[in-house]
């Protein structure tokens, strides 16, 4: 693993950081039936139990069109099962946050 070692100035002092360089994980699909999640560019997922059921939902938002998907939690909080999606809504309208 490669370190870093970097010198930081701050208001004239000299401030040395040595460290190691950062390591990633292989990344996690997150599964709507048997299909992976893809909301498109920039996708901002959180777990929320948005509906009050005590059981982490998937809430996602999504670049394109502003919208926010909404993942029902069908399964278990330690082991989700999501199957389809609703954009979320308030008094009755869907959710449209400004994009691009």
Do not use: C
């Not at 460290?19 to 997150?30: D, H, L, R």
């Not at 999640?37 to 999504?62: E, M």
């Not at 998907?69 to 400004?98: S, W």
């Amino acid at each position: 693993m490669k370190r870093i070692f970097a010198i930081l100035i701050v208001s004239g002092l000299v401030i040395a950081l040595h460290g190691q360089a950062p390591s990633f994980k292989t990344p996690v699909y997150i599964f709507d039936g048997a299909t992976a999640i893809d909301v498109g560019l920039y996708g901002s997922p959180f777990s929320y139990d948005w509906n009050g059921d005590n059981k982490k939902d998937l809430i996602v938002g999504q670049f394109d069109m502003g919208m926010v998907r909404f993942y029902e939690n069908v399964g278990e909080n330690n082991d989700p099962v999501f199957f389809g999606n609703t954009f979320l809504q308030a008094n009755g309208a869907t959710i449209q946050l400004p994009y691009g």
